[in-house]
């Protein structure tokens, strides 16, 4: 399972891009958050990854530091 979706800026509305997606439902995204480059017909990939939060953060590194630790030994 790939972790982005495909689609294509279809136009600019106001603030948004208003983008097809592979599976033609539409996606309106904010423009301040797109390339200046992006142009309407643009094919684009959007990538999607979990938020992670401070505390997951915080175990998520002291994992690594452990692991790095026993590593070393």
Request: aromatic share 6%.
């Amino acid at each position: 399972m790939s972790n982005f979706l495909t689609g294509t800026i279809d136009r600019f509305e106001g603030d948004f891009a208003i983008i097809i997606l592979k599976n033609e439902q539409t996606l309106n995204w904010p423009k301040e958050k797109i390339d200046p480059k992006i142009k309407e017909g643009d094919k684009i990939k959007l990538f999607l990854s979990r938020e992670i939060d401070d505390e997951d953060a915080i175990e998520v590194n002291a994992k690594q530091i452990l692991d790095e630790i026993l590593q070393n030994n």
